[in-house]
């Protein structure tokens, strides 16, 4: 069943977060359902721009609502992943998403502001709720100064207030972590001082951790033992998803780690089978271990056996 994000986020707020995981084609979407259930959990779904354009956006919606019959146990909400204004207002029209983000990030703060409000007026009278971004999420890394890293972490002063002026429902900041593979190079993680500082001004408001892949050190080593070169990739620590919820962090939003568990079972395979060409059978095996790695990260995130009170929360409104 498909629920509002904010009615996820109500249920979750400080005690646990949501998994936020994006798909691209009919393997992840069936090991994500089968693994959230699994795990009895409540899910978001989440779809890029670049996943609209891989096939057909048209397929992604289709493949969710299939599997919405496959799984009626589901509960999830479905989410645009770092939307641009014009995709983010197209998503609203097409009736489908529960909530968009728009990534106005890379902008000035007043322009983050105007672009993020048009879209929040967009979306609020559908009922669909907006995801924005303040802060440098990239490149935060060690070798850079104290001084220069704290600037290019999310301010909690304007986060507070971007929130006043744009209306947003949720915030991702930056807090320490980044996209990919490629996240530390030593063993930094959250900044749960700073998570800790923008909740104080943003009492029970829901913010977002993006980047939040875990890498984990054995996927790299069995893709580089199967003929990868994955030297150096390092994530976040999974122990740190719960701390990060309970001070707030609702969504935590991982991609990486999925597109890793599909190269390590593809580069395997096809190692250990050189004499293979057919694709269903490493299919089969991936969508049976992403299941398990959905499953297990959402252990960490608190997410599993919530399944049930979440939906009772949604039946109430
Ligand atoms: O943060 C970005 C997500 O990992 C989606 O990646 O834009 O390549 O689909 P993508
Ligand atoms: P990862 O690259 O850490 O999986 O982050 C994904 C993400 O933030 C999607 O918006
Ligand atoms: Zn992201």
Redesign the pocket.
């Known amino acids: 069943m498909i629920v509002p994000t904010r009615t996820l986020f109500e249920h979750a707020y400080g005690k646990y977060a949501i998994g936020?995981y994006?798909i691209n084609n009919l393997e992840q979407t069936m090991g994500l359902f089968r693994g959230a259930i699994d795990s009895h959990s409540p899910f978001i779904i989440?779809i890029?721009k670049g996943a609209r354009g891989y096939t057909d956006k048209r397929m992604l919606e289709a493949m969710i609502r299939t599997a919405d019959d496959i799984f009626p146990n589901a509960l999830f909400a479905v989410h645009l992943?770092?939307g641009d204004e014009q995709t983010a207002l197209e998503c609203i029209e097409s009736g489908f998403y529960s909530s968009v983000m728009i990534d106005a990030s890379h902008e000035s703060f007043e322009e983050n502001v105007a672009i993020t409000k048009r879209v929040v007026q967009a979306a609020h009278p559908r009922g669909i709720s907006v995801e924005a971004e303040l802060g440098m999420l990239g490149g935060v890394e060690e070798d850079i100064k104290v001084d220069e890293k704290n600037s290019m972490l999310t301010d909690p002063e304007e986060a507070k207030e971007f929130v006043a002026e744009s209306g947003c429902d949720s915030l991702a900041c930056a807090i320490g972590?980044s996209?990919?593979?490629y996240?530390f190079s030593g063993g930094q993680g959250i900044h749960f001082d700073r998570v800790a500082a923008i909740q104080k001004l943003l009492p029970g408001y829901p913010l977002v951790m993006?980047?939040?892949?875990s890498v984990p050190q054995d996927e790299v080593a069995r893709i580089n033992a199967a003929g990868g070169q994955l030297g150096g990739a390092k994530?976040?620590d999974p122990e740190q998803y719960l701390p990060a919820a309970k001070l707030g962090v609702c969504k935590v939003?991982?991609?990486?780690?999925g597109r890793l568990v599909w190269c390590r079972v593809h580069r395997e395979y096809f190692r250990d089978k050189p004499a293979e060409f057919d694709l269903r059978p490493p299919g089969k095996i991936f969508m049976a271990e992403y299941a398990k790695f959905i499953a297990s990260r959402n252990v960490y995130l608190g997410s599993a056996g919530q399944l049930e009170g979440a939906r009772a929360h949604a039946m109430k409104k």
């Not at 993006?210 to 892949?213: L, T």
């Not at 939003?253 to 780690?257: G, P, R, S, V």
């Open positions: 936020a994006n989440q890029s992943d770092h972590t996209h990919g593979a996240k993006h980047g939040s892949s994530g976040v939003n991982i991609d990486t780690d």
